[in-house]
């Protein structure tokens, strides 16, 4: 499927810690006020950009926002000075508006800091209890369909 017509969710976790010791700017700020969010490229992360992130704090999705555009790069705090300075190479996202999900979704039981990904009518439509539900219902369909 191209990236483009994917409807698949990439789920991650953000802290309410401050990215820079001594700064008060922390990863939810990255997406709630920045509008958003980077991750390395590979290495346990995607390499290639995802088309919707999923946003869990405080433990439930909190938001789903469509990527807009994207860019690499390999030190970010060159976009943000409140960001945390990397040197490999990094997506960093421009999010759309939030979509929330129709109830709340809490995590389930996964791990502290897992990423999942999940169809996007799981997370959004009120059908599941949880994330991990969410993350279940959506690899069933994917092993029906191999």
Known sequence: MERGMDSSVF???????PMIEGQAHTWIDV???DQSYFHPVGNHWPVQPVNYIGFRYRGRLQSVHHVDSFEI???VSACNSKWVQTSTDHFVYRLGPPMRPAKELKTGNLFMNQQVRCAIDTLLSGAYETIREARDETDRRNAEVL
Do not use: I, P
């Open 31 to 33: 997406v709630e006020k």
């Open 11 to 17: 789920v991650v976790v953000l802290g309410d810690k």
């Open 73 to 75: 790069f390999e030190d």
